[in-house]
């Protein structure tokens, strides 16, 4: 089993940078993909960015490609969502999550571990 603790989110303007961290306990960290996911107030979770177990291979929902980096540090059990040029419509709660398949997959019932979230608010 897993555990997840994101951090990092707040209130920003446009055209500002966030760091967010997740952390995870276990040993086992280390063989789950993890993904970012993020929900507005009245819409659906959707997928914002995963990366493979360790970290060979990277994907972004296109809302976000080339703004975003993913990344993570085995090591400390932690993985990040860089976040640069940020927009009002990036606003949400920001989900960290494990899959402990291989298999790509932006499908959010995929994933088996879930962080409580971190508020991200981007001001116009």
């Known amino acids: 089993q897993v555990q997840l603790v994101e951090s990092g989110g707040g209130l920003v303007q446009a055209g500002a940078s966030l760091r967010l961290s997740c952390a995870g306990s276990g040993r086992t960290f280390r063989s789950y993909a993890m993904g970012w996911f993020r929900q507005a107030p009245g819409k659906e979770r959707e997928f914002v960015a995963r990366i493979s177990s360790l970290g060979r291979t990277t994907m972004y929902a296109d809302s976000v490609k080339g703004r975003f980096t993913i990344s993570r540090d085995n090591a400390k059990n932690t993985v990040y969502l860089q976040m640069n040029s940020l927009k009002p419509e990036d606003t949400a709660v920001y989900y960290c999550?494990?899959?402990?398949?291989?298999?790509?997959?932006?499908?959010?019932?995929?994933?088996?571990?879930w962080g409580q979230g971190t508020q991200v608010t981007v001001s116009s």
């Open positions: 999550a494990a899959d402990r398949e291989p298999i790509s997959t932006m499908t959010a019932s995929r994933y088996d571990y």
